[in-house]
């Protein structure tokens, strides 16, 4: 939290000094001046009325750290107990249901058991890095937050770079994960830290080579912008997002499945199975330092979904023209929302794939097909102003530069597999 | 085509999901202790003393400390002591009953010997199960008046045994019956010719009628 | 201004003084990393933004892991890896070493002739770097490129032939025993068997 802080401070320092307008952008927008849209930013401004000038962007950052930790501390709080419960009726029993209505109190029960659980902390331990992994981890997951737009104007850094700076945050968090499993002085947290920092790099690769060609169209790499790129409608119902075009089709799916595996969730979860290598990477770590991974790992997760809803979904954009009324935030919640929903559905069915499954999945099929579609964003770009029956075969060439690569490539790599048979079954 | 298995699997799972909520088949949880799952009637825990009826338990236990469960039993949970005296039992025979019935829960496996060899079904098997004590050695050695359960409670939890072991008891109490009538009738026969002529018409029906009201008792020798 | 530029200096400078000074490698290894922090911390302040992300993402992120796997996969035992200074005329060699490039480093900046401080902080759009790489500098982006190309197939080649490497124990072991020849283990797992079939 206080290395968001730091960040936070450093731009907005960085912009009072170098005496840019503070803040970046006003309300300009001619349908943003409902009272619902306005009201985040309007409150904000009053509070920092409060403070004389000189410390307005202080103040101003840390209205934004504590807006963002209060509003994702409490989902994640209630992502927990939502999960549970949503696993649970696909896997035909209740949830949690005794503490409070609904199970709703559950976070708060757990929360108490993690803190007063005993904190062992081995014998041979290196105790500062012992120490210090779960900080970063939770410090470098929460950074990666500054930089998504909320809503129209809500952000809580403007910057230039906001994709490579939500990049460079999470590959932070890798780092924290050997350190945990190396400062446990267990030959397998190590063994098990190095399989999850191998995991994280395959996939860093398809992660960030299916937002180049989001970025290439955009033509910048700051977030709000490539939100407002993604405005608009054909025919006021169809919306331009960029999940509704082939390329980003099969680029959002390559972000989603890289975005499980870099936030280790299943099916991607080898590194912190229950049943593998005792807890993996967390095996010395209980209480309160393992709620502190656990909570890492939420955040991440919301994170690469806030970067999916935003280079992907729209942003805050409604997918409609006559459902503007409904503030910006509420859109990027609800599509939020139904990303992480999508993804707790994905982890109550697929199976855990095994290191060499994963790793082969990223290297031979992922990345190609990343790849390509690179291309077909670039020949989608270069085919925008054509006529319409031009528009027409540049569909129909673009699905199929989708498709083709996708079939080829997934019949090579399954040749060998046949469906298992059971001899004596 | 490559992923049509995960499409099929979230289906599956979507279907799981949405049919929990009104399918009773897809939501098998029991939200013990507001409910509880019917339990079958074969169901057996720890052992429980038949008594006919719930007024008089301790007067009316069908057990006659015969002792053959507490020699019967594996891990010899049972203790039985013999009363000094007797008292009459359902058919009027007077029997032996138990003074003091322990069964020891702790130790029992609820292998149900005890109840396969009573020949009195006296001793069946009960099916509670809430039965969790805080006293480790005292709370889990069950004494007479906690074993001592009525006949109607049997038949609540095992209906057709209970049925059943209640047909072949009034049977039995029948047979025995029409044994005692038939050996009554026999010693009255015996007894009318042995009686000698002169007060015979009159007193005739009398000693018949006597002899039956007085069949334990031997009749008088009449030499 | 000038406190920042000094507080980070020392933070930079400390960690790396500490990072040399460690016994233990992988505590080197870890504030090394901290000293590119440091760095990406001077790109930040200088208003190069882009620069400080990437240092974070390519340092922090990827030549970490590097520094990091290579430690641990070539230490002798897994358990410390501490680094012992070897004899007095290392240590002098050293130290003769690092003056040399603290003098040409300070002749360096001493022969520098700064002009008036700019009034306006230059900035380094992403657009500009952009239209950079793909204009002027694109010869040395595909220079770059190919030397990348050339490390990936060379790691992969590497790695492909270790596992074919005749001196790895498991599997080819295994194999040799399946061709017919026995290793001594193999040997007296056998002879003991075929003794208790004569007996009996």
């Given at each position: 939290m206080s290395a968001a802080f730091l960040v936070s401070l450093a731009a907005s320092a960085n912009a009072w000094m170098s005496g840019r307008?503070?803040?970046?952008?006003?309300?300009?927008?001619?349908?943003?001046?409902?009272f619902l849209e306005r009201a985040p930013l309007a409150a904000r401004d009053w509070v920092v009325g409060f403070f004389p000038v000189s410390l307005h962007w202080l103040v101003h950052s840390l209205i934004s750290i504590v807006a963002v930790l209060a509003v994702f501390g409490l989902f994640f709080a209630f992502l927990t107990i939502i999960e549970r419960k949503l696993l649970g009726r696909i896997q035909n029993r209740l949830g949690p249901?005794?503490?409070g209505p609904f199970g709703l109190l559950q976070p708060f029960a757990d929360a108490v058991k993690a803190l007063t659980k005993e904190d062992i902390v081995p014998a041979a331990a290196d105790k500062l890095l012992h120490f210090l992994a779960p900080v970063i981890v939770v410090a470098f997951g929460l950074m990666g937050f500054a930089v998504l737009p909320f809503g129209r104007d809500i952000i809580p850094v403007e910057l230039d770079a906001a994709v490579l700076y939500f990049f460079a945050a999470s590959s932070a968090t890798e780092l924290a994960i050997f350190m945990a499993g190396w400062s446990s002085r267990n030959k397998y947290s190590l063994l098990a830290a190095m399989r999850a920092l191998a995991q994280l790099i395959s996939y860093e690769l398809p992660l960030l080579l299916s937002i180049v060609p989001v970025v290439m169209l955009a033509s910048t790499l700051s977030t709000s912008e490539i939100v407002r790129a993604q405005g608009g409608w054909t025919l006021g119902i169809l919306p331009h997002w960029n999940v509704l075009t082939p390329w980003g089709a099969a680029g959002f799916l390559i972000f989603v499945v890289a975005a499980l595996a870099e936030s280790n969730r299943s099916p991607f979860d080898l590194p912190e199975?229950?049943?593998?290598?005792?807890?993996?990477?967390?095996?010395?770590y209980s209480g309160f330092k393992y709620a502190l991974f656990f909570m890492a790992e939420y955040f991440g997760m919301t994170a690469l979904c806030g970067l999916g809803v935003t280079l992907?979904?729209?942003?805050?954009?409604?997918?409609?023209?006559?459902?503007?009324?409904?503030?910006s935030y509420v859109w990027f919640g609800a599509k939020l929302f139904g990303l992480i929903l999508g993804l707790i559905w994905i982890r109550g069915t697929l199976l855990r794939l095994r290191i060499d499954q994963l790793t082969r999945l990223a290297w031979k099929f992922l990345v190609p097909l990343a790849l390509i579609n690179l291309a077909n964003a670039a020949f989608w770009s270069l085919t925008a102003g054509l006529p319409w029956p031009g528009q027409i075969a540049r569909w129909i060439v673009s699905m199929a530069l989708v498709a083709v690569p996708f079939v080829t490539i997934g019949r090579t790599l399954s040749a060998g597999l046949a469906p298992r048979t059971y001899k004596y079954a | 085509m490559l992923g049509s298995g995960i499409l099929k699997g979230l289906a599956v799972t979507a279907k799981n999901f949405a049919g929990s909520y009104y399918d009773p088949a897809r939501m098998v949880t029991v939200e013990y202790p507001e409910k509880r799952i019917p339990i079958p009637e074969n169901y057996r825990n720890f052992p429980f003393l038949v008594s006919?009826?719930?007024?008089?338990p301790m007067g009316t236990l069908r057990c006659v400390a015969c002792q053959i469960c507490e020699k019967e039993c594996p891990p010899q949970c049972i203790y039985i002591e013999k009363s000094k005296d007797k008292k009459p039992d359902a058919t009027g025979k007077l029997q032996l009953f138990p003074a003091v019935f322990d069964i020891d829960t702790s130790v029992c496996m609820s292998c149900q010997i005890c109840v396969e060899v009573c020949p009195f079904d006296a001793i069946k098997m009960d099916q509670v199960y809430e039965i969790a004590a805080t006293d480790r050695f005292n709370d889990l050695l069950l004494d007479r008046e906690q074993l001592a359960k009525s006949n109607s409670y049997f038949h609540q939890i095992h209906p057709t045994e209970a049925s059943e072991v209640d047909a072949r008891l009034a049977a039995e109490r029948k047979a025995a019956e029409e044994k005692a009538k038939a050996a009554a009738a026999a010693k009255a026969a015996v007894a009318k010719p042995a009686i000698p002529t002169a007060p015979a018409p009159a007193p005739a029906p009398k000693p018949a009628a006597a002899s039956n009201a007085e069949a334990p008792k031997p009749p008088p020798p009449v030499a | 201004m000038t406190l920042v530029l000094a507080i980070i200096a020392a933070f930079t400078l400390a960690s790396a003084a500490c990072a040399f000074s460690r016994r233990n490698l992988i505590h080197s290894a870890l504030l090394l990393i901290l000293t590119w922090a440091g760095v990406a911390g001077f790109y930040l302040w200088a208003g190069a933004e882009f620069v400080a992300f990437a240092q974070v993402l390519i340092y922090g992120g990827a030549v970490s892991m590097i520094v990091l796997f290579a430690v641990l996969l070539t230490r002798r035992s897994i358990v410390d890896p501490i680094v012992t200074p070897a004899s007095r005329s290392r240590v002098a060699a050293a130290m003769g070493v690092g003056t040399a490039v603290v003098a040409v480093l300070v002749a360096a900046v001493l022969n520098t002739s700064f002009g008036p401080e700019p009034v306006h902080a230059p900035t380094a759009e992403v657009r500009q770097i952009g239209f950079q790489l793909m204009g002027p500098q694109a010869g040395s982006l595909l220079v770059i490129g190919v030397i990348l190309t050339i490390a990936l197939i060379g790691a992969t080649i590497l790695a492909a032939s270790d596992r074919e490497n005749p001196r790895a124990v498991g599997a080819s072991a295994r194999s040799r025993m399946g061709k017919g020849e026995l290793s001594t283990a193999g040997r007296r797992a056998v002879l003991p068997v075929h003794g208790k079939d004569a007996a009996s």
């Amino acid at each position: 939290m206080s290395a968001a802080f730091l960040v936070s401070l450093a731009a907005s320092a960085n912009a009072w000094m170098s005496g840019r307008a503070f803040p970046a952008r006003t309300l300009v927008a001619p349908d943003a001046d409902r009272f619902l849209e306005r009201a985040p930013l309007a409150a904000r401004d009053w509070v920092v009325g409060f403070f004389p000038v000189s410390l307005h962007w202080l103040v101003h950052s840390l209205i934004s750290i504590v807006a963002v930790l209060a509003v994702f501390g409490l989902f994640f709080a209630f992502l927990t107990i939502i999960e549970r419960k949503l696993l649970g009726r696909i896997q035909n029993r209740l949830g949690p249901n005794r503490t409070g209505p609904f199970g709703l109190l559950q976070p708060f029960a757990d929360a108490v058991k993690a803190l007063t659980k005993e904190d062992i902390v081995p014998a041979a331990a290196d105790k500062l890095l012992h120490f210090l992994a779960p900080v970063i981890v939770v410090a470098f997951g929460l950074m990666g937050f500054a930089v998504l737009p909320f809503g129209r104007d809500i952000i809580p850094v403007e910057l230039d770079a906001a994709v490579l700076y939500f990049f460079a945050a999470s590959s932070a968090t890798e780092l924290a994960i050997f350190m945990a499993g190396w400062s446990s002085r267990n030959k397998y947290s190590l063994l098990a830290a190095m399989r999850a920092l191998a995991q994280l790099i395959s996939y860093e690769l398809p992660l960030l080579l299916s937002i180049v060609p989001v970025v290439m169209l955009a033509s910048t790499l700051s977030t709000s912008e490539i939100v407002r790129a993604q405005g608009g409608w054909t025919l006021g119902i169809l919306p331009h997002w960029n999940v509704l075009t082939p390329w980003g089709a099969a680029g959002f799916l390559i972000f989603v499945v890289a975005a499980l595996a870099e936030s280790n969730r299943s099916p991607f979860d080898l590194p912190e199975a229950e049943s593998e290598l005792i807890a993996g990477h967390l095996t010395e770590y209980s209480g309160f330092k393992y709620a502190l991974f656990f909570m890492a790992e939420y955040f991440g997760m919301t994170a690469l979904c806030g970067l999916g809803v935003t280079l992907f979904l729209g942003g805050w954009q409604a997918p409609c023209a006559f459902l503007e009324f409904i503030p910006s935030y509420v859109w990027f919640g609800a599509k939020l929302f139904g990303l992480i929903l999508g993804l707790i559905w994905i982890r109550g069915t697929l199976l855990r794939l095994r290191i060499d499954q994963l790793t082969r999945l990223a290297w031979k099929f992922l990345v190609p097909l990343a790849l390509i579609n690179l291309a077909n964003a670039a020949f989608w770009s270069l085919t925008a102003g054509l006529p319409w029956p031009g528009q027409i075969a540049r569909w129909i060439v673009s699905m199929a530069l989708v498709a083709v690569p996708f079939v080829t490539i997934g019949r090579t790599l399954s040749a060998g597999l046949a469906p298992r048979t059971y001899k004596y079954a | 085509m490559l992923g049509s298995g995960i499409l099929k699997g979230l289906a599956v799972t979507a279907k799981n999901f949405a049919g929990s909520y009104y399918d009773p088949a897809r939501m098998v949880t029991v939200e013990y202790p507001e409910k509880r799952i019917p339990i079958p009637e074969n169901y057996r825990n720890f052992p429980f003393l038949v008594s006919e009826n719930a007024e008089d338990p301790m007067g009316t236990l069908r057990c006659v400390a015969c002792q053959i469960c507490e020699k019967e039993c594996p891990p010899q949970c049972i203790y039985i002591e013999k009363s000094k005296d007797k008292k009459p039992d359902a058919t009027g025979k007077l029997q032996l009953f138990p003074a003091v019935f322990d069964i020891d829960t702790s130790v029992c496996m609820s292998c149900q010997i005890c109840v396969e060899v009573c020949p009195f079904d006296a001793i069946k098997m009960d099916q509670v199960y809430e039965i969790a004590a805080t006293d480790r050695f005292n709370d889990l050695l069950l004494d007479r008046e906690q074993l001592a359960k009525s006949n109607s409670y049997f038949h609540q939890i095992h209906p057709t045994e209970a049925s059943e072991v209640d047909a072949r008891l009034a049977a039995e109490r029948k047979a025995a019956e029409e044994k005692a009538k038939a050996a009554a009738a026999a010693k009255a026969a015996v007894a009318k010719p042995a009686i000698p002529t002169a007060p015979a018409p009159a007193p005739a029906p009398k000693p018949a009628a006597a002899s039956n009201a007085e069949a334990p008792k031997p009749p008088p020798p009449v030499a | 201004m000038t406190l920042v530029l000094a507080i980070i200096a020392a933070f930079t400078l400390a960690s790396a003084a500490c990072a040399f000074s460690r016994r233990n490698l992988i505590h080197s290894a870890l504030l090394l990393i901290l000293t590119w922090a440091g760095v990406a911390g001077f790109y930040l302040w200088a208003g190069a933004e882009f620069v400080a992300f990437a240092q974070v993402l390519i340092y922090g992120g990827a030549v970490s892991m590097i520094v990091l796997f290579a430690v641990l996969l070539t230490r002798r035992s897994i358990v410390d890896p501490i680094v012992t200074p070897a004899s007095r005329s290392r240590v002098a060699a050293a130290m003769g070493v690092g003056t040399a490039v603290v003098a040409v480093l300070v002749a360096a900046v001493l022969n520098t002739s700064f002009g008036p401080e700019p009034v306006h902080a230059p900035t380094a759009e992403v657009r500009q770097i952009g239209f950079q790489l793909m204009g002027p500098q694109a010869g040395s982006l595909l220079v770059i490129g190919v030397i990348l190309t050339i490390a990936l197939i060379g790691a992969t080649i590497l790695a492909a032939s270790d596992r074919e490497n005749p001196r790895a124990v498991g599997a080819s072991a295994r194999s040799r025993m399946g061709k017919g020849e026995l290793s001594t283990a193999g040997r007296r797992a056998v002879l003991p068997v075929h003794g208790k079939d004569a007996a009996s």
